[in-house]
Structures are given as C-alpha cells and as structure tokens.
C-alpha cells in the first residue's frame, strides 16, 4: 500500500506563495505519475498539476498555469508544488497523487490545507 506525506500548506494573503511537497513511501515501485489534486469546500476534487515521470512532461490546469509549477526529485520519490500569486480560489485541501500502472490504481495522501485570504 503506497503511503503519501503531504507538508507545505497553510495560510497566506492575495498574492503570496507557498510550496507543497510531498513523500512517497519506498515500497512502490510502479508509478508512472504523479501530481497534486485539490478540492474546496462544495466542489468536486479537480486535477492542478501533474509530472510524467517516464519523460518529465507537466500538465497543468488553466488555473494553474503560469502561477503553478510542479516539479520532482531525482529519485521520483517527492514531488512538490510551488504556488505562487496566490488567489482566494486557490482556497482548498490540496491532496497529492500518484498513479500506479499495474493495475491502473490511485492512490491520494491525506491533503494538506491551503487557505488564502483577501
């Protein structure tokens, strides 16, 4: 069973910036994917960022890019978001993600929340 840390979130104003990380436990081996999904409060989770880890290709979405960078470590082992202008609708638990292709499985940590004020 793959376990994910998240750390990095917390509170900050319009505009600042934060950075997310998060570890992937040792005993997988099979992930071709990662990247970091959020969800606020009344609305479904949603995909932000996302890092092949085959060819290192991103993805990011429309309210992420050009704010958002998604990167990882060389052991593909720890993936961070760094979140810089920072808006109010950025506002959620953000939740990192790994896919696991043998089987085709997900697996979430437990979130961390991001909380941005006006």
């Known amino acids: 069973q793959a376990r994910l840390v998240e750390s990095g979130g917390g509170s900050v104003q319009t505009g600042g910036s934060l950075t997310l990380s998060c570890a992937v436990s040792?005993?997988?081996?099979?992930?071709?994917?990662m990247g970091w999904y959020r969800q606020a409060p009344g609305k479904q989770r949603e995909l932000v960022a996302s890092?092949?880890?085959?060819?290192?290709?991103?993805h990011y979405a429309d309210s992420a890019k050009g704010r958002f960078a998604i990167s990882k470590n060389n052991t593909g082992y720890s993936v961070h978001l760094q979140m810089n202008s920072l808006r109010p609708e950025d506002t959620a638990v953000y939740y990192c993600?790994?896919?696991?292709?043998?089987?085709?499985?997900?697996?979430y940590g437990q979130g961390t929340q991001v909380t941005v004020s006006s």
């Open positions: 993600h790994i896919h696991v292709w043998t089987g085709d499985h997900d697996f």
């Open positions: 040792r005993n997988i081996f099979n992930f071709d994917r």
């Open positions: 890092i092949s880890l085959n060819d290192g290709s991103t």
